[in-house]
């Protein structure tokens, strides 16, 4: 096995985000400054909580979609499958009246479980990453309307539920500083999973995948078994994203998930991962979701009108891959 | 040099100068924003219309907003949440989910931001007054036109968008319940929803043409569904009376050909310009309705053209 050669690879990839990383984060700051000089509103504790609660979800599937996306494939199913598991747990804790635990953890599963077979398309079916996640893409979003009866699932029997997104436990600590749950869940799931990337073979491997999976396959590496490991590890953070905007909205709405996938997309690639794999960081995909929902809300502050706020963030999102491919063609 | 802060500088910069004008008048006039179930579709247009005429007679700033499709539930929280940081005098609110906006329209609410629904409402006690359409009445008179037109008796099928949302219950309840109560030997043979979307009504008429040969009306509960039956209608060369709901350039159109009999239409000129005017009158304290009901009319080839009821079509 060819740990040093990994290794190299990591290193190097972290060396080319880390600047990209300094750039996009730049890019936040200015954002928040400019927003925050044009409307006393912006600059406000509800508002910045707003914001924050506003990029949890799309933060969480932009996680997944990156260690996916490093591998060299993409995922489409990101948003119907962060649906399904939403209706997972519906049906766990509403219809079948168990215990919160319960429905967390069969949340998270059949996120893992619908990770692994799109893993198992792309690694052993050999069908083309874009394809195999875009055909979970309709069958979870059929699924979530079947299995919910087209209807919403509303978790008023299970109480504490709404307090995974909404309740503030940094908040009941410090009263000053109400951070709703749903965002202290976004930063653990981040720190959790840059661990994974950068301190563990899994994330070694995920990058080896992305740059050279030839090599990594003729070094004798099973490399069938670790791509599917790093679709499930995505599918079960999509898991998490499923819990978090349910919670917050007291209910799995089963029509909703389609075209999230893109934002998430839209987040890791401002983030400064490289769609062709190899190459990317889990704190820059989180900048990304900022970035977002920074532009987002600062255009709503300022009143905007809609029409012209969807003009900007394309505009951004191609000033953005544009300038990371100047910056890497200096280099 | 040429780095994406420096971009973005200006992009924000352009665009602050640009609605600067608007932003410094925010500071003095009462400010009002509205957060629609939609934006794109010709409907939430004309409601915005409305809106923007009532924000000019009354001197208030007015903003127009929702997400793009109708299942983004937590998009319209995130543009409420937003809504709720510009500290506004009111808001108008046409919820996607009552429930899961709540905790928002808890914070508007001790915050003391009087909250207007509009279309089709916000449920529990929280907004002063809700403006929308009596989808019931409305649906009801379609029943009534439609019995005229097929000579009260024979089969008749509804082509609806959804049994969910309220506007989907209520217009089907009133068409069927008026027909039950008024028009005895009228049968319904078919409900079928097709979630407003042109070409899944287009085939849900057909299979329902299709499976009663002697089907002498069809009702299409919504611009996209009443589209639908046309087609459908079109596509299998077949001859019945078509009853649709709302306008629409095709509609229209379909109307004026005579492949369509007529249509009900709501008065979204009217929910827009309602709404702010009772948002208007809340913010500064004075009683306001809890229930304005904003009208709607039966139109076809006769009356399209009449100034009264071309004032509330759209295209």
């Known amino acids: ?331 | 040099m040429f780095t994406r802060r420096t971009v973005l500088g200006a992009i924000s910069a352009a665009a602050i100068l640009g609605y600067g004008s608007s932003f410094a008048l925010a500071q003095d006039k009462m400010y009002i924003p509205l957060i629609s179930k939609g934006f794109q579709h010709q409907f939430w247009q004309a409601v915005k219309a409305g809106a923007d005429k009532a924000a000019a007679d009354l001197g208030v700033e007015v903003t127009f907003e929702g997400p793009d499709s109708e299942t983004q539930v937590d998009r319209q929280i995130d543009m409420l949440a937003a809504a709720l940081a510009k500290k506004p005098a009111a808001i108008g609110f046409a919820a996607l989910d009552s429930q899961a906006a709540l905790p928002l329209l808890q914070q508007a609410k001790d915050a003391k931001i009087p909250v207007v629904a509009f279309d089709s409402g916000v449920e529990g006690d929280i907004p002063v007054s809700t403006a929308s359409t009596n989808n019931i009445a409305a649906a009801a008179l379609a029943a009534d036109k439609m019995a005229e037109l097929i000579g009260d008796e024979g089969k008749v099928a509804l082509v609806v968008h959804d049994q969910t949302s309220r506007t989907g219950i209520d217009r089907r309840d009133g068409f069927v319940n008026r027909m039950k109560e008024a028009h005895p030997k009228v049968e319904i043979v078919a409900i079928e929803y097709g979630e407003g979307d042109h070409l899944k009504s287009t085939e849900i008429t057909k299979a329902i043409l299709q499976a009663n040969p002697d089907l002498k009306g069809m009702f299409g509960a919504n611009e996209g569904s009443a589209i639908g039956v046309v087609n459908g209608a079109k596509e299998l060369g077949r001859q019945l009376v078509i009853i649709g709901y709302d306008s629409g350039a095709q509609q229209k159109q379909a109307i004026r050909d005579g492949q369509m009999a007529g249509a009900i239409t709501q008065n979204p000129v009217g929910i827009g310009y309602k709404t702010v005017e009772a948002a208007v009158k809340a913010a500064k304290g004075e009683a306001v309705e809890k229930n304005i009901d904003t009208g709607f009319y039966y139109y076809d080839k006769t009356n399209i053209d009449q100034p009264d009821i071309a004032a509330v079509l759209y295209d």
């Open chain 1, 1 to 331: 096995m060819s740990a040093t050669a990994s290794t190299g690879i990591v290193s190097m990839g972290s060396k080319f985000s880390g600047a990209h990383r300094l750039l996009a984060f730049a890019s936040l700051i200015a954002l928040i400054l400019v927003f925050s000089l044009a409307s006393p509103n912006f600059m406000q504790t509800s508002n910045i909580i707003a914001i924050l609660q506003a990029t949890s979800v799309n933060g969480v599937l932009a996680i997944a979609a990156t260690l996916v996306i490093i591998t060299g494939g993409i995922d489409l199913s990101v948003g119907t499958l962060m649906t399904f598991c939403a209706v997972i747990a519906g049906v766990v804790l509403t219809f079948w009246g168990m215990p919160l635990g319960f429905g967390v953890l069969a949340a998270i599963l059949a996120g893992a479980a619908s990770g692994t077979l799109s893993g198992t398309f792309v690694a052993k079916l050999k069908i083309p990453p874009f394809i195999a996640t875009l055909g979970m893409m309709l069958i979870l979003k059929g699924l979530s309307l079947v299995i919910s009866g087209t209807r919403p699932i509303y978790f008023n029997g299970t109480p504490g539920f709404t307090q995974i997104s909404q309740g503030s436990l940094i908040g009941s600590v410090f009263p000053a500083l109400p951070i709703p749950n749903g965002v202290l869940i976004l930063f653990l799931v981040a720190i959790a999973t840059s661990f994974i990337l950068e301190r563990t073979i899994l994330g070694r491997f995920t990058f080896a995948l992305g740059s050279n999976e030839e090599a990594v396959r003729l070094s004798g590496v099973n490399t069938d078994r670790w791509k599917i490991a790093v679709y499930a590890l995505a599918g079960s953070i999509c898991g998490i994203a499923g819990l978090l905007i349910s919670s917050r909205l007291n209910s799995a709405q089963p029509a909703l998930g389609q075209g999230y996938e893109l934002d998430a997309i839209a987040a890791v690639v401002i983030g400064g991962t490289s769609l062709s794999g190899g190459r990317g960081t889990i704190i820059g995909t989180l900048i990304g979701a900022l970035i977002i929902s920074v532009l987002a809300n600062g255009l709503r502050i300022l009143s905007v009108a809609q029409e012209w706020q969807t003009v900007v963030t394309g505009s951004i999102i191609i000033l953005a891959v544009y300038t990371d491919i100047l910056r890497r063609r200096r280099l």
